[in-house]
Antibody, heavy 121, light 113 residues
């Protein structure tokens, strides 16, 4: 069974950066896209971007382009999402998620438990 | 980007009654090469990550009760809960994966009347 385990809660200052990890277990890591989705308190779901580890090329939502970096390492079956120049509006739960089809961004069958990132001065 | 619009924003339904949620995409998410609608429905209970209910617009995931059903094609989709149970209180989201960026509807909150 696929499991995604994320790193813990982060409290950051405006202007700083945060890097959230997502450790995958069960199943093949390299062929399945890992997406990063965030959810501000009381708000909806927003796709930040994703990566297919085998290809190692990330795809980002335009809103986050230039401010986010998504990476994945097959050796440790871990994906990372780094968000720079944090603003208070970036306060949210950040989720990693994975689908069931190889080499494509699809439905998100498996989700991490979420990482709360709070940005506050 | 494909914009996903859900309606209503919220609804209150009596136990055992039907709940219907609509989702409209700004362009067709029917992929001609596989004749499948790239449309997914999720359920999110408070304090939990989303749970996949229905993929390809109408295929229920294993373990999802059969009171949940999805229908529609092209740009218009519906999630139906045929007989609402207490445990169905949640927010429901549609999502397209026809193209990146993946995009979600704004969510529909389902409550008990």
């Amino acid at each position: 069974q696929v499991q995604l385990v994320q790193s813990g809660t982060e409290i950051k200052k405006p202007g700083s950066s945060v890097k959230v990890s997502c450790k995958a277990s069960g199943g093949t890591f390299s062929s399945y896209a890992i997406s990063w989705v965030r959810q501000a308190p009381g708000r909806g779901l927003e796709w930040i971007g994703g990566i297919i580890p085998f290809f190692a090329t990330a795809d980002y939502a335009q809103k986050f382009q230039g401010r986010v970096t998504i990476t994945a390492y097959e050796s440790t079956t871990t994906a990372y999402m780094e968000l720079n120049n944090l603003k208070s509006e970036d306060t949210a739960f950040y989720y990693c998620a994975r689908g069931n089809l190889r080499d494509a961004y699809t439905s998100l069958n498996y989700w991490g438990q979420g990482t709360l990132v709070t940005v506050s001065s | 980007d494909i914009v996903m619009t859900q309606s209503p924003d919220s609804l209150a339904v009596s136990l055992g009654e039907r709940a219907t949620i609509n989702c409209k995409s700004s362009q067709s998410v029917l992929y001609s090469s596989n004749n499948r609608n790239h449309l997914t429905w999720y359920q999110q209970r408070p304090g939990q990550p989303p749970k996949l209910l229905i993929s390809w617009a109408s295929t229920r995931e294993s373990g999802v009760p059969d009171r949940f059903s999805g229908s529609g094609s092209g740009t218009d989709f519906t999630l139906t809960i045929s007989s609402l149970q207490a445990e169905d209180v949640a927010v429901y989201y549609c999502q397209q994966h026809f193209t990146t960026p993946l995009t979600f509807g704004g969510g529909t909150k389902v409550e008990i009347k």
